[in-house]
Every structure is written in C-alpha cells, then in structure tokens.
C-alpha cells in the first residue's frame, strides 16, 4: 500500500466551479503538507503549505488537513481554465523534513 | 524569481550509456534534489544534497549517483543506463531543508532504448 494515495482523475468541472481534490495518507507521523501545481511539460509549483492540522487560505485556494481522519483537501473556488493542471499532495515528518512523500497526482480540466 | 535549469529537456540514449543530467540554480540555496516522475508512482527522491560534496541517498538511489562540486550545480549520473530508468527527472532546490518549499526545474525527459 502507498504512504499516500492521491485519484488520478482526471477530474472535468466547468468554468466557475468548486473543485474538491483529495489525499488519503498511512504515516499519522507526517506534520508536514503541501499542494503543489503542476503545468504540462514543466516542473512542479508550491502553491499550498500547512503545518499540522487546520484550514489555511490564499485566494481562491483553501487547503484543509485533517490528521485524525489521514485527510487533506486542495478546494478551488471559482476555477479558471487556467487551474487546469495536475495537482501533487506532498507531506513530509517532521524528523526528515526534507524528505518530501508525494501523491501520483490528480489531473484537472476547467471547460470554459 | 528562482531559476533552476536543467540543461537537457529531452534525451535518448541507448542501454549500458553512461548519462549526466545536469541541474543549476541561481538563488544560493543551499538544498537540491534529483527526483524521478512516473505515472501512478509519483515523484521519488533519487538522492538529497544539503552542502557542497555533501549527499544522501533517498528513497530510490539503485544505478544512480550524483555529483555537487558547486553549491549552484548538482549532477546526477546514470552509470550503465538500463530501460527501467526511462523516466522524467527533475530537479529542485531549497533554501530551508526543513520546508516543503522545492522550487523545481522543467525536467529531463530520458528515453534508454
């Protein structure tokens, strides 16, 4: 079984839509999360990080971790075509803290 | 902004080569990283450099090794390419170890025939 397990989708919504993307994970010893953005043919972007449990939030983008259920959630309000990407769940412990455990990642595509 | 530049974006080399696949990034950090991307499995950490001369395996070291002569730059050497080692490689760097904040290259495409 994967330390993380992240659905490859791909995941279709219309324009304006809210996205709910998700990851499950085995190790209660990850602290650590992120949500990273990856575009076609380019390398991965940060664009979400939390420590511990709890919501935080930055535009349009919410993430939530919720370690009693091994939980975390990625939710985009208001989608653009331009959040169609794959997105990677990250997470780490917090005594090897540069070893980051990824997901598979999800595939998203906004239709105009 | 960060830049980190893999030299290669596209290889294809045949089994039992030997591959350098180069990475620099110019914003002093003092972290970089070799990963390998494959569909369903994800990104895998091949080896972590915190310091010049300095490494650490990860999680998927087998057949490869790595070089960091320079802070900005870190190689990674595929001694006798083998097939199951087609695969995207990227490369990262941070400036805190401790932080999920890898800034990535575009990746190497690598096709060993």
């Known amino acids: 079984q994967k330390e993380v397990e992240q659905d490859p989708g791909p995941l279709s919504v219309p324009e304006g839509a809210i996205v709910s993307l998700n990851c499950t994970y085995s190790?209660?010893?990850?602290?650590?999360f992120m949500w990273y953005r990856q575009y076609s043919r380019k390398g991965p972007e940060l664009l979400m990080y939390t420590y511990s449990s709890g919501n935080k939030e930055d535009g349009r983008f919410t993430a939530q971790v919720d370690k009693s259920s091994k939980y975390i959630s990625l939710f985009i309000r208001d989608s653009q075509p331009s959040d169609s990407a794959t997105y990677l769940c990250a997470m780490s412990r917090m005594d090897s803290s540069y070893k980051l455990i990824f997901g598979s990642g999800t595939r998203l595509l906004v239709r105009p | 902004d960060v830049k980190v530049t893999q030299s290669s974006r596209y290889l294809v080399k045949r089994t039992g080569e030997k591959v350098f696949l180069e990475c620099v990034q110019d914003?002093?950090?003092?972290?970089m990283f070799w990963y390998r991307q494959d569909p369903g499995l994800g990104l895998r950490l091949i080896y972590f450099s915190y310091d010049v001369k300095m490494k650490e395996k990860g999680d998927i070291p087998e057949g490869y090794s790595v070089s960091r002569e320079k802070k900005e730059r870190f190689s990674l050497i595929l001694e006798s390419a083998s097939t199951n080692q087609t695969s995207m490689y990227l490369c990262?760097?941070?400036?805190?170890?401790?932080?999920?904040?890898?800034?990535f290259g575009e990746g190497s495409r690598l096709t060993v025939l």
């Open positions: 990262a760097s941070s400036q805190f170890a401790n932080t999920g904040e890898l800034f």
């Open positions: 914003m002093d950090h003092e972290n």
């Open positions: 190790n209660s010893a990850f602290q650590y």
